[in-house]
């Protein structure tokens, strides 16, 4: 009888069987699963360690309060077991597959399978839609996630995996040079990067960079970096790079470098941008035994420092517009969240209506997502997203006399006109703290657009929620 393995079935199945290590499924997934929640809720210790140093060297009260800010809220995620940071990122995962080992499912199957249990089970927020561009709907279960294989001598299978939030990957970029290019045009295009990517990435920053290859290669490289222990060469270039960036580096936490062979006409350079909630765990399983790395478990008990903070009242709208640039509030009151998907609602029901669903008049929208909350919750992790993605919305919701809006990064010139012209505030609040910016929320409610889930309008009830006026 004819079979997989061939004519002597019983005699070539017991060979197979001899030279192939059977790796149990349910190992691997419970691998990914606990992966997911490490990535999720604990921090790297290097970049800890670095961030502790960078609150030391703080010399302005608000670096002081940004960094005291990021270790508490790493010391918060990690005591109670809840994301970092609100966007709890799309799963990035490479596996190195032993061609040795032969498993009883797919290995795609069982990742996806784990990220979804993982996803489910600790109320992280699920961010993955299932079409990028005809059908923006949310997947609900944060697959696929996004999974290289590469088969490799052995009989070990290793995963990588990380979880990359939007706002800072929407930062990264790709340029393709000519082989004449010099080490310092390539620094440059790394500075230009950087310096576009600003506060939308939630500095301070990590960066990753792939040289070589093809263009999705070097892209590919850009991710693997952060896994990838730099060779001698590899490791001079990121030296020259930070001197190259001096002034800039202060945005940075670490930068991460990997290269590889090309065509003779190519020269690719890709860049992810990776926030301080850089996060990633890794394991090996050998002969069904999993081996994690990369935990680390000894974050220390940090006092937020203290700021220069004005109380403010949602309901004092005449107080709100008079707050002048750059200066420091603790606002107390009720706020909505609604970011993309809300923002297009209220657009298609203006133009039909010739009004908003909901009365905004001096009322202060919060871009936000948050996690959904467990039961001890009032709110999930929540914090800013980008702005910049809700400028096409600004004249709508100004002009029905919104009264400000909180998210994260800069506006675009437009749209700080816009708010001008109204008369209205632009706020941002830190981004990456969201297990201790929801602390602050005292009530939470959802009053429109329930099916969009992590994206339905919301009440809340914040208070002393620490802002800064920007426009
Ligand atoms: S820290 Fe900022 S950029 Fe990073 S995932 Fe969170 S919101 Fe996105």
Redesign the pocket.
Known sequence: MFSRYGTFDFLQKGIYDYIMIKIDSTIIEKAVYNLCLQANTCYDECLYNILLKKLNAAVSSDDKFKYSNILKNIKLAFDSKRPL???C?QVVVFVKYGCECICDKPVNEIINAAVEKAYTENCFRMSVVKNAIFERINTNTNTPALIYTDIVAGSEISIDLMIK????ENCSALKMFKPSAQKEDIYEFIKETIIAAGEK??PPMTIGIGIGGTMEYAALLSKKSFFHRQNTEEFNFVKGLRDYLKTDESNILDIYLMTTSTHIACLPVAITIN???TRHASATILQNEVKYSSAFYGYNDIAVSDGNFKEVFCSDAQMIRSLKNGENILLTGEIYTARDAAHKKFKDYFEKNGKLPLDFNNKIIFYAGPCPATEDEIIGPV?P?TSFRMDEYCELMYSQGLLATIG?GERSLHSQNIINKYKGKYFTAQ??V?CLLSKCVKTSEIIAFGELGTEAVRKLYVQKLPLKVVI
């Open positions: 940071c609100q966007d990122g939030g939007a706002g800072s990435s939630c926030c301080h909630s914090g997203t994260k981004g990456g969201a």
